[in-house]
């Protein structure tokens, strides 16, 4: 398919189609439950015109894929949420540079 016709599509995709706020709680509920087949629709179309969401869906994916394989370490020691002395001696420095 030719570039220009592709840029076409797009852009009356994005000017027809669902706005990015409509899709976003879609591709939430697509990771609880099985989505109709109008709304899988919905999320397709959308994704075809909007690198933003496409991203964000791959996003929230990778995280859920995380979250399930992971999950029963997060409680447990096997994950350290500490941050380095280095780096809270970093953070400290940003916070106090931008408060004055």
């Known amino acids: ?4 016709l592709k840029m076409k599509i797009k852009r009356w995709l994005s000017r ?3 706005e990015c706020r409509d899709v976003v709680p879609l591709l939430s ?3 609880d439950r099985k989505l109709t087949f ?5 999320i397709r179309l959308h ?6 969401c496409t991203t964000y869906a791959n996003n929230i994916g990778f995280l859920h894929k995380v979250f399930h394989i992971h999950g029963d370490k997060i409680d ?3 994950i350290q949420t ?3 002395p280095d780096a809270k001696d ?4 940003a916070l106090e540079s931008k408060a004055e």
């Not at 109008?38 to 919905?42: C, G, K, Q, V």
């Not at 994704?47 to 933003?52: D, R």
């Not at 970093?90 to 420095?93: L, N, P, S």
């Open 29 to 31: 509920y697509a990771l």
């Open 38 to 42: 109008a709304e899988r629709i919905r």
């Open 1 to 4: 398919m030719a570039d220009g």
């Open 82 to 84: 500490t941050l380095s």
């Open 16 to 18: 027809m189609g669902d």
């Open 90 to 93: 970093r953070i400290r420095k």
């Open 47 to 52: 994704l075809l015109s909007c690198n933003a």
């Open 76 to 78: 447990s020691e096997e």
